[in-house]
């Protein structure tokens, strides 16, 4: 009947209008409703899409050839984006950037509410780009969970949790997630040059870019940026590795996690951009980390030596506790990500 009719549209114009009041939901928020605090605000899309960059072409494309060695880029691009976007390069999986450890919005979501396009890095080899060049052999690195707990500290000896410790530890599905959170990293010195170059390819297609970074990821983005003038900035997280030129720096040979040796025309790349290197809790009661904050602090003195504009920033000194080796996937992710907002905002870089 009319009537009848009249009162069903009248329904979905209600309903369509409360489904236009929600936020829109991110990757994990569906799950996580609920459990945790969540940025203001909705995304609002203009494109999404992804590309592949960087690569070579083995054979002959007339005939038998292939395409490999390139790294792949996904991409959210918000409404009236940020004139910089935020290139977030990972040394364990995407999955890092897109989720907090409970599967409560992580830091793609966060920035891009914030009004920043997002592009999410995989290397050459690496989980979404693992069309290699080379040949290789996997081994399953069984007692790898428990090297992540101690690596990540989320305890000092593996089932010890740290005291307020920013992971949701009695969740055992957070848990097992983060454990499931990798894939294969070719932790090589060739390989971390590999994917510098096609990083720094991949950034020249996106443009003026701040590249956020988690430990390993840290140094192949510095190499990077000596390549592409698009990067205008790197915030690393927990970064092990670091490059020097020529009789600076740790005295050993190059190796994957450092040093890595530069130019002094591409050391000084470095200088003209803004660095900042972020740091967690509980380092001193790692037998690891301590050296490689040590290297941190020997790369920065360096660069402000030459002129640069390098700080540490251990958030501690903020106060924020408990933080673990991947602080955006925290549980205090979100001013953990006040931090990052305040140093774009310091260097000019949230500008639309």
């Keep these: 009947m009319k009537g009848e009719s009249g009162v069903k ?15 829109v939901l991110g990757g994990g928020a569906l799950q996580a409703a609920g459990r945790g605090p969540v940025e203001p605000g909705r995304i609002v899309l203009e494109r999404q899409g992804a590309f592949a960059a960087g690569g070579t072409v083995l054979g002959d494309p007339a005939k038998s050839s292939l395409h490999c060695d390139h790294g792949y880029v996904e991409y959210q691009i918000p409404v009236k984006a940020r004139k910089t976007a935020l290139f977030m390069w990972h040394s364990s999986s995407a999955l890092v950037w897109q989720q907090r450890w409970d599967g409560g ?31 290789y052999t996997y081994k399953p690195g069984i007692g790898r969970d428990q090297g992540n707990f101690t690596a990540w500290r989320f305890g000092k000896t593996f089932g010890e949790w740290f005291p307020g410790v920013q992971f949701p530890k009695d969740d055992k599905r957070a848990y097992e997630q983060a454990m499931r959170a990798r894939y294969e990293e070719f932790d090589i010195v060739k390989n971390v040059r590999l994917e510098a170059e096609a990083g720094a390819k991949a950034i020249d297609e996106v443009g003026p870019s701040v590249v956020l970074t988690n430990s390993a990821g840290g140094l192949r983005a510095l190499l990077a940026a000596t390549q592409s003038s698009n990067v205008k900035g790197i915030v690393a997280y927990e970064n092990p590795g670091f490059p020097f030129p020529e009789g600076a720096g740790p005295d050993r040979p190059e190796g ?30 790692s037998t690891t980390w301590p050296a490689s904050l040590k290297q941190c602090e020997q790369f920065v003195e360096l660069i402000n030596q030459r002129g640069g504009n390098a700080k540490i920033l251990k958030l501690t000194d903020v106060g924020l506790k408990g933080n673990t080796h991947i602080p955006f ?14 140093f774009l905002k310091q260097n000019g870089l949230d500008r639309r």
């Design 105 to 135: 919005e992580g830091f793609r979501d966060i920035f891009l509410k914030r009004g920043f396009a997002t592009y999410l890095w995989d290397g050459p080899r690496v989980g979404r780009a693992n069309w290699g060049c080379e040949e």
């Design 256 to 285: 994957p996690f450092g040093p890595i040796r530069v130019t002094e025309e591409e050391f000084n790349r470095l200088t003209k951009i803004p660095l900042q290197f972020v740091w967690g809790d509980n380092i001193a009661d």
């Design 329 to 342: 996937m925290d549980m205090n992710n979100r001013a953990v990500a006040d931090q990052l907002s305040a």
């Design 9 to 23: 549209v009248r329904k979905l114009a209600v309903l369509a209008a409360v489904l236009a009041a929600l936020p």
